[in-house]
């Protein structure tokens, strides 16, 4: 056997054992809850981060009501907080009957998290639309009804899905899903693309402005890929079963995915938009309507 064939028989092997090392945690039921309790433990510590920052901005302004840094930071609260209980008790979650109600428990937190993020485009929609005298009344309704016809088409297929099991049905919510995520990235790429470039036009040379540019930029970045990257893994999800993320037997995919497309991303945003809002008489700071 010659230099290359040796070569050749060495990779082989090795792409053997990682295949054999994936299969073994994934048919293990100790590494499925190992990580399964992994996960929920980092969406606990996302939520708990959530909580203590929303606590805080309400002792900074507690004269005002519900604004949108603070709907903001509760919906985040709430998604990993959700999460984490049903990565505590995934391996229960799996065995609910019907079928549908696993569905429901497992992507109901993926809507919110749009909204919650959806959120965060309207904000800076809002301030892109003011800095240029643009009315922005139909702004908030727009959201609401994005959101409405969101949450009616996927209630609608899941109570299609409890009454009768269609696989096609299946499917299609998951490729719904991946539309949505796209709708979102496409967003974030737009008004916050727009801020982006319209806070670029300004003078930078107050740190405070700087910061504010490099905020908006890392969140748009950091939010396009996290939603764009959910698009595309919904798809594999609808089509490959190897892909599948609602089952037991593929904890290290499920790890992946939600480090990739909720974890990680929430915790830098958090991070990113961390600063507290100004106290009362230094700025306007209006509640949300």
């Not at 309400?58 to 907080?81: D, I």
């Not at 749009?114 to 240029?132: H, K, P, S």
């Not at 991303?265 to 809002?277: A, C, E, G």
Request: proline share 4%; charged share 15%.
């Amino acid at each position: 056997m010659g230099r290359i064939g040796v070569e050749e028989a060495v990779v082989a092997l090795k792409l053997r054992e990682a295949s054999n090392w994936w299969h073994d945690v994934n048919e293990s039921p100790l590494w499925q809850d190992r990580i399964f309790h992994i996960l929920a433990a980092l969406y606990g510590l996302v939520a708990a981060v959530a909580l203590v920052q929303l606590i805080r901005i309400q002792l900074r302004v507690p004269e005002y009501g519900w604004t949108t840094q603070k709907v903001f930071h509760f919906l985040n609260f709430l998604v990993n907080g959700v999460r984490a209980l049903v990565f505590v008790f995934r391996r229960d979650v799996q065995n609910l009957h019907p079928e549908i109600t696993q569905h429901i428990l497992l992507d109901m937190p993926s809507l919110a998290f749009f909204t919650t993020y959806a959120l965060l485009v309207l904000f800076w929609a809002e301030i892109y639309y003011q800095a240029r005298a643009i009315s922005t009344d139909g702004l908030r309704p727009s959201f609401f009804t994005i959101n409405a016809v969101v949450y009616i088409i996927q209630i609608a297929m899941w109570l299609i899905l409890w009454w009768k099991y269609i696989p096609v049905l299946v499917i299609l919510s998951k490729v719904f899903f991946a539309g949505v995520s796209l709708f979102a990235a496409l967003g974030f790429l737009l008004y916050g693309g727009r801020l982006f470039l319209m806070l670029q036009r300004f003078p930078v040379e107050s740190k405070g402005r700087r910061k504010k540019l490099q905020e908006v930029g890392y969140v748009t970045t950091i939010c396009f890929l996290c939603f764009l990257v959910r698009c595309i893994m919904m798809c594999f999800n609808a089509f490959d079963k190897a892909a599948d993320l609602d089952v037991l037997d593929h904890p290290v995919l499920n790890l992946i995915y939600y480090l990739l497309v909720e974890i990680l991303p929430s915790s830098l945003v958090l991070f990113i938009l961390r600063k507290l809002p100004p106290k009362r008489g230094i700025t306007q700071y209006h509640p949300i309507r």
